[in-house]
């Protein structure tokens, strides 16, 4: 049996402000879970309704009833593998070469397609704007697929962070210079802006150099989605 205080806490970290309060995030799922576990993420607690079909090492699995685990859980139907981490502290500390700031990025799928998409193109770090949606969201989390454990991921005021750094700074803008035309250096910060505002007046000022995707179709498509537009700058970096 898992306590009624328990159900509770777990329940509520489906809301960004417990989840900072507490300092833990719930991953679903089997495969993402594993992931987890498997990485240098700390876990708090797991919950499998069979413990036996988790294929982690060394940890203790707590057997649950499916009724206990819909109580828990943030999905309508629940898969049978639940976990419970701590939130990483923030380091401040910066390893890639490229590094991608995100401005007000606010579907939770776009976000985690970013992040997976970081993941393939060995982007190791992603700085946030404070109102970037939280990647320890449930449903970001489900679109990562395990690449969160994977990326570091920091949320910060991005004016303070861009004016702070000596690196290139690239926006994406529907004006900017070709990107298929343009040499871009070993180093770098690309600036993703919000879904329907782009990047914001403040963030643009501090670009350093305007970029964007040049369209091939007719003008019907107002613009790309943004893990899409993502995808196509990682790619021409790593060219």
Known sequence: MVVKSELKLIKSLQQKKCRNEHGLFVVEGKKTVEEVVNSNMKQYKL???????????????IKITSRELSQMS?????????????????????TSDWVLALDGVQDPGNL???????????????????????????KVLQA??????RVNIQYMPLD???????LPIYG?????????TT??????????????KGVSNAIAELCTDRLTIPQFGGETAESLNVAS?????LHEIRK
């Open 47 to 61: 919950f499998a309704v069979d413990p036996d079909g988790l294929e982690v090492e060394g940890n203790q699995v």
């Open 74 to 94: 943030g999905l309508k139907n629940p898969n049978g593998y639940l976990g419970v981490f701590y939130i990483p502290k923030q380091t401040g500390n910066i």
């Open 112 to 138: 985690g397609t970013i992040i997976r998409l970081c993941d393939w193109f060995g982007i190791s770090d992603i700085i946030c704007s404070t109102d970037t949606v939280d990647c320890y969201n449930p």
């Open 144 to 149: 990562t697929m395990g690449s969160i454990t």
């Open 160 to 166: 303070a962070f861009l004016g702070s750094t000596q």
């Open 172 to 180: 994406t803008f529907m004006d900017g210079d070709n990107v298929n």
């Open 183 to 196: 040499k871009l250096p070993e180093k770098g910060i690309m600036v993703m802006g919000n879904e329907g």
């Open 229 to 233: 537009a993502t995808a196509i700058l």
